[in-house]
Nanobody, 117 residues
């Protein structure tokens, strides 16, 4: 079992910044791919960014150049630095862990990010 706990969400004005954190515990492996997803009301959950244990990253086009994903493998913590936030970034942000070649797939409880115009 893996537990994921997000923190760092909140209310920010457009143009501002927030940093999300996701602390993982339990049976994590170094090969696990971690990522951030978000879901706005009425929309499907979408990938924001992901990162492999080796540091390879993948970003949604809508956040490229504004968001940076990183991970500290020793601390089992995932981060998402969000700059130049826009109202359309408003959503619940979820931390995700996936294990290659395995059905292992875990989600955090989510943290609300609200960007006011």
């Amino acid at each position: 079992q893996v537990q994921l706990v997000e923190s760092g969400g909140g209310l920010v004005q457009a143009g501002g910044s927030l940093r999300l954190s996701c602390a993982a515990s339990g049976s994590t492996l170094s090969i696990d791919i971690m990522g951030w997803y978000r879901q706005a009301p009425g929309n499907q959950r979408e990938l924001v960014a992901s990162i492999s244990t080796g540091g390879n990253t993948n970003y949604a086009d809508s956040v490229k150049g504004r968001f940076t994903i990183s991970r500290d493998n020793a601390k089992k913590t995932l981060y998402l630095q969000m700059n130049s936030l826009k109202p359309e970034d408003t959503a619940v942000y979820y931390c995700n862990l996936q294990r290659p070649f395995s059905p292992t797939n875990y989600w955090g409880q989510g943290t609300q990010v609200t960007v006011s115009s």
